[in-house]
C-alpha cells in the first residue's frame, strides 16, 4: 500500500462548489503539506502543518482553507471553487528534521482538479 | 528568502547520451537541496539530495548531482540516458531558516527520443 494516498484522484466540479481534497499517510510522519502545480510554475505551498495544533498558510492560501484532523490525515479544501482554482494538486508529508540533515519530502499521487 | 531556478524548460535529448539538468539556487547558508522526477501521472519520487559532506551525490536510476558553492548550483547529470527518463524534473531547495519548507523550481521536461 502506498505510504501517502489520496482521494479523490480527479475531480470535476462547478465554480461556487465546496470540494474536499483528502490525504492519508501511513508513515507516522508530524509534518504535512499540500501544493498545487501549475505548468510552468513548479510547486508552490498552500498550507502545511507541523503537528496536529500547528497549521500555517504557506505562499499562496488565498481561497483556500484546512483541517488536520489526526497526525495521520490532512484534509484541502476550497469553500467556493472557481475555475484558476483548477490544477494538479500534492500533499506531501516529512519527518522532523534532526540536527545536520534536511527534511525529504514524500509525496502522493496528486488529485488533479477541474473547476468549470 | 530562498528561490530555485531551473533555465531550462524543456530538453529533448537522444537515447543512450548524457543529460544534464541545471538548477541554481538562491539562500545565504547552506542550503539542503533536492532533485525530484514526476514521470507522467505520478506524483513526486526523489532522485537524489544534499544535505552536507561529499559535493557528489548519487541517487536512484544511475542519476548524480554536484553541489557548487560557488557557483550556487547543483546541477543533475546521467551518462546515459534511457527512453523511461522522459519525465519532469524538479529542483527544491530547503533551509532551517525556513523550517526546512522546500521552495521548487519550475521544472525542466525531458523528451528522450529513439
Redesign the interface.
Known sequence: DAD?TQTPRNRITKTGKRIMLECSQTKGHDRM?W?RQDP??????IY?S?DVKDINK?EISDGYSVSRQAQAKFSLSLESAIPNQTALY?C?T?DV?TA???????????TRLTVL | AQS?T?PD?HITVSEGASLELRCNYSYGATP?L?W?VQSPG?????LL?Y??GDTLVQGIKGFEAEFKRSQSSFNLRKPSVHWSDAAEY?CAV?A?SN????S????TTVTVRA
Open positions: 501517502v503539506y501544493y510552468g510554475l513548479g510547486l508552490r505551498l502545511y507541523f504557506g500534492f506531501a516529512s528534521p545536520g540533515a534536511g527534511n525529504e519530502q514524500f509525496f502522493g499521487p496528486g | 530555485v531551473q524548460i539542503y533536492f525530484y505520478q506524483g513526486l519520487q526523489l539530495k544535505f552536507s524538479f530547503g532551517r523550517d526546512y519548507k522546500l521548487f523550481g519550475a521544472g
